[in-house]
């Protein structure tokens, strides 16, 4: 399937997928990110739940230095 | 003295320092952690970007030089210019942050002066605080805006005191202190701070406190500065708890006795 995450298409293998398999494939695995996926935002707890489709769009975002 | 007891008071919460800082700007993690130390705040900003995607594992982290579990994150909307930006990335925040509920508010105008735009401001302040957000807000020094933006719920009310990473200190001390007299929030100086002397008059004002960035991290020494500012707020604090003298053209009362002179 193909994703577009942070604006970037990724395609992947796989024909299914949750959104901790992918936070796994990008070795996010327990850093601190918040995910949006089509506009929505997916809570951790949602994570192992959420199955990801060919063509959604997600935005991974993390804390960084700013004023 | 009396002050020892001052705090700041924001959302319901009692902080020591009056000196909140950015996070933005500096040479490395180690600079950022050590400036922030030497600071002394307790409350530091920061943005919300996103991640880094297929980088190296290892790769250190804002988080693991200065951790959520020291200081009270404040994460802002830097480089927003609509209410959408801005709520779509509090509400990332939120998450980003487990439910964290402090947050800075600026909504940009203009990519030239990051002048806030206050209308745009005002609306997105109205969405989060019905979302249940405690909004510090960047703002003009518009004492009708910052009424507004305090009776619309804000928790704390941020004028500038000059235009983003100018270090041009305080421009307009008459309009902040308008906006100080009337606000039943606290108001601190964000933005505009260049040196020490322009933090510690933005406290002699009256500010509860002031947020600065660039004044550090652009500094040649940024951990002395930080260090300097510390000094600076907490003697400007001082200043205005024990009520300055007044000012006057000229004064006929010499400090030394004018008895008992030789002659």
Request: glycine fraction near 10%; charge should be negative; include cysteine.
């Given at each position: 399937?193909?994703?577009?995450?942070?604006?970037?298409?990724?395609?992947?293998?796989?024909?299914?997928?949750?959104?901790?398999?992918?936070?796994?494939?990008?070795?996010?695995?327990?850093?601190?990110?918040?995910?949006e996926?089509?506009?929505?935002i997916?809570?951790?707890?949602?994570?192992?739940?959420?199955?990801?489709?060919?063509?959604?769009?997600?935005e991974?975002v993390?804390?960084?230095?700013g004023? | 003295?009396?002050?020892?007891?001052?705090?700041?008071?924001?959302?319901?919460?009692?902080?020591?320092?009056?000196?909140?800082?950015?996070?933005?700007?500096?040479?490395?993690?180690?600079?950022?952690?050590?400036?922030?130390?030497?600071?002394?705040?307790?409350?530091?900003t920061v943005a919300i970007r996103?991640?880094?995607?297929?980088?190296?594992?290892?790769?250190?982290?804002?988080?693991?030089?200065?951790?959520?579990?020291?200081?009270?994150?404040l994460p802002n909307t830097a480089g927003c210019y609509s209410v959408d930006d801005a709520v779509r990335t509090l509400r990332l925040a939120r998450?980003?942050?487990?439910?964290?509920?402090l947050v800075k508010l600026e909504v940009l105008g203009?990519?030239?002066?990051l002048?806030p735009n206050v209308i745009e401001t005002l609306k997105a302040a109205e969405v989060l605080i019905k979302e249940?957000f405690d909004v510090m807000v960047y703002t003009?020094?518009?004492?009708?805006?910052?009424?507004?933006l305090?009776?619309i719920?804000c928790?704390?009310?941020m004028?500038?005191?000059?235009?983003?990473?100018?270090?041009?200190?305080?421009?307009?001390?008459?309009?902040?202190?308008?906006?100080?007299?009337?606000?039943?929030?606290?108001?601190?100086?964000?933005?505009?701070?260049?040196?020490?002397?322009?933090?510690?008059?933005?406290?002699?004002?009256?500010?509860?406190?002031?947020?600065?960035?660039?004044?550090?991290?652009?500094?040649?020494?940024?951990?002395?500065?930080?260090?300097?500012?510390?000094?600076?707020?907490?003697?400007?604090?001082?200043?205005?708890?024990?009520?300055?003298?007044?000012?006057?053209?000229?004064?006929?009362?010499?400090?030394?006795?004018?008895?008992?002179?030789?002659?």
């Amino acid at each position: 399937m193909q994703l577009r995450i942070n604006g970037n298409i990724k395609s992947f293998d796989d024909s299914t997928m949750t959104v901790e398999g992918l936070v796994i494939k990008l070795n996010l695995l327990g850093k601190r990110i918040a995910i949006e996926k089509n506009g929505m935002i997916i809570s951790k707890s949602e994570f192992q739940n959420i199955t990801l489709q060919d063509g959604d769009q997600l935005e991974i975002v993390g804390a960084v230095g700013g004023g | 003295m009396t002050q020892n007891k001052d705090q700041l008071l924001i959302a319901g919460k009692l902080y020591q320092s009056r000196l909140l800082v950015g996070t933005g700007k500096y040479k490395d993690f180690e600079q950022t952690r050590l400036a922030i130390d030497a600071s002394g705040a307790e409350i530091i900003t920061v943005a919300i970007r996103r991640t880094n995607i297929g980088q190296n594992e290892g790769e250190p982290s804002l988080l693991d030089f200065v951790p959520p579990s020291r200081f009270t994150y404040l994460p802002n909307t830097a480089g927003c210019y609509s209410v959408d930006d801005a709520v779509r990335t509090l509400r990332l925040a939120r998450e980003l942050l487990d439910g964290h509920k402090l947050v800075k508010l600026e909504v940009l105008g203009d990519p030239k002066t990051l002048y806030p735009n206050v209308i745009e401001t005002l609306k997105a302040a109205e969405v989060l605080i019905k979302e249940g957000f405690d909004v510090m807000v960047y703002t003009s020094d518009d004492p009708i805006v910052a009424r507004e933006l305090e009776n619309i719920g804000c928790c704390a009310i941020m004028p500038l005191a000059s235009l983003i990473g100018s270090g041009m200190g305080i421009l307009n001390p008459w309009n902040l202190q308008i906006i100080i007299e009337h606000a039943k929030v606290p108001v601190l100086v964000d933005a505009g701070v260049g040196t020490a002397s322009d933090a510690a008059i933005a406290m002699e004002l009256g500010c509860e406190g002031v947020l600065m960035n660039t004044a550090i991290a652009s500094a040649h020494d940024p951990i002395m500065m930080a260090s300097a500012m510390k000094k600076a707020i907490e003697a400007g604090r001082e200043a205005f708890l024990a009520g300055r003298m007044a000012k006057k053209l000229y004064s006929a009362s010499p400090s030394s006795p004018t008895q008992g002179m030789i002659s």
